[in-house]
């Protein structure tokens, strides 16, 4: 079983190992990580550098009715190794979605 890491005071802290990243262009047009995260990735760090609407699955195609992400805020979601990829739509202008890999 995988444990959160742990700060000075022993409280658990959302953390995950970073391995790799792949970046999506955010437009008016769905669109998704190239490839599907790793097998061992149990987790993505996901931020955008715009408004945008994302969504996870094995084929997704994002809407503007799926996960709001704002600007520059940082989100992690868990993720099924192998398997899922990030698609991305934008809210509000054109921008870059970062998607780091972690477990």
Same mark, same amino acid.
């Given at each position: ?15 995950? &190992? ?6 999506? %262009? ?6 998704? %990580? %190239? ?6 990735? %149990?987790?993505? &760090? ?31 979601? &868990? ?25």
């Amino acid at each position: 079983m995988t444990e959160l890491a742990k700060d000075k005071y022993a409280h658990s802290i959302q953390a995950v &190992r970073p391995t790799t990243t792949q970046t999506v %262009t955010v437009g008016a047009v769905s669109a998704a %990580t %190239t490839n599907a995260v790793a097998v061992s990735t %149990t987790a993505v &760090r996901l931020i955008s550098t715009t408004n945008c609407f994302y969504k996870v699955g094995a084929t997704p195609t994002a809407t503007t009715g799926d996960v709001f992400l704002p600007a520059n805020v940082i989100e992690y979601i &868990r993720v099924v190794g192998n398997s899922d990829k990030i698609a991305v739509i934008q809210a509000s202008g054109g921008g870059t979605l970062y998607v780091s890999e972690g477990s």
